[in-house]
């Protein structure tokens, strides 16, 4: 059982290229989010799914997408980078029931 | 619209204070309310949510839905609950946000 597996662990960009984070969980959560943490900002809210075939934006989409064609799996895409986008993204499940978070190890990426 | 406002950056208290963390939302609906912590190197945790009305850890949180706040608190702080601590809104549609976080640091 391998909870929420978030790839690349590491990037490093240059401006106007594009990426494709992935996301794969195995616990059969219906709730997906994807979060940006900045030093001193907290977590915020990039996109979320709560369910196969249902995406919506969060507080911070822009530049952004998403997709969830499987239960499984919620990849995000980065179209074109820009320095704005270098953060720690996080890929996260939750257990709708019982309010439990389940977090990827995090992404680290850096625009340059 | 939905937003979650933790005021304070840093909490600092001697062990065997009082603490309270101070969180206060906006939402217009019913929300679920929801308190994280994230130890030292450690992953975000479920601390407490507001429809189990637990206490954990000797920490407990009230909705107070006039005054949009849901504070939590603990009458006697240890050193081991040195820790981040988010505050956390889902609504209806399944969204969550977090506040910005408060670092609660007990000292000896």
């Known amino acids: 059982n391998a909870g929420v597996t978030q790839t690349p662990k590491f990037r490093i960009l240059k401006i106007g290229q594009s990426m494709t984070l992935q996301c794969t969980q195995d616990m059969n959560h219906n709730y997906m989010y994807w979060y940006r943490q900045d030093p001193g900002m907290g977590l915020k809210l990039i996109y979320y799914?709560?369910?196969?075939?249902?995406?919506d934006k969060g507080e911070v989409p822009n530049g952004y997408n998403v997709s969830r064609s499987t239960t499984e799996d919620f990849p995000l895409r980065l179209e074109l980078a820009a320095p704005s986008q270098t953060s720690v993204y996080f890929c996260?499940?939750?257990?709708?029931?019982?309010?439990?978070?389940?977090f990827g190890e995090g992404s680290r990426l850096t625009v340059l | 619209a939905q937003r979650v406002t933790q005021p304070e950056k840093l909490l600092s208290v001697f062990k065997g204070a009082p603490v309270e963390l101070k969180c206060n939302y906006s939402?217009?609906?019913?929300?679920?309310l929801f308190w994280y912590v994230q130890y030292s190197r450690q992953r975000l945790q479920l601390l407490l949510r507001?429809?189990s009305r637990e206490s954990i850890k000797g920490f407990t949180a009230d909705l107070n839905k006039g005054e949009t706040s849901f504070h939590l608190k603990k009458p006697f702080a240890q050193e081991e609950d040195s820790a981040m601590y988010y505050c956390?809104?889902?609504?209806?549609?399944?969204?969550?946000?977090f506040g910005q976080g408060t670092e609660l640091s007990v000292k000896p």
């Open positions: 956390a809104l889902s609504n209806q549609g399944g969204k969550l946000i």
């Open positions: 939402y217009s609906g019913s929300p679920e």
């Open positions: 799914s709560v369910g196969a075939g249902i995406t």
């Open positions: 996260q499940t939750r257990d709708r029931e019982k309010g439990e978070l389940f």
């Open positions: 507001h429809i």
